[in-house]
């Protein structure tokens, strides 16, 4: 659970960025793209919250659905040209090392 917290806060001050759109750009990198993954995080928010406080396998996999969808929604910005090439292997590195992490969860 800490892992996935710690990839929460890397994720949300990597997303606090507002990104300058380039000409190659998907659609959705000419804005904070944290909003754009607002819906999934609060999913996973609220399916991290059942799963701790009633963990079984029913909440366990609602969890790890939450969690991949999240990981989804965000795998689709590392197309964007806002990334330095520093900032883009830390959010490489944060979401290999959530899809590892969602491999063991239950």
């Not at 366990?60 to 590392?78: G, P, R, V, W």
């Not at 990334?83 to 969602?102: G, M, V």
């Amino acid at each position: 659970m800490k892992k996935i917290l710690a990839f929460l806060i890397i994720v949300s001050f990597i997303g606090l960025d507002a990104c300058k759109k380039d000409a190659s750009d998907p659609a959705f990198c000419g804005t904070a793209w944290a909003t754009q993954v607002t819906t999934e995080l609060n999913a996973l928010s609220t399916a991290a919250a059942a799963y701790s406080s009633t963990p079984n396998a029913t909440t366990c996999n609602a969890y790890k659905t939450a969690y991949q969808s999240y990981i989804d929604a965000l795998e689709k910005f590392l197309d964007c040209s806002l990334w330095s090439s520093i900032q883009k292997t830390e959010l490489e590195n944060a979401i290999a090392e959530a899809e590892d992490d969602l491999d063991g969860l239950c």
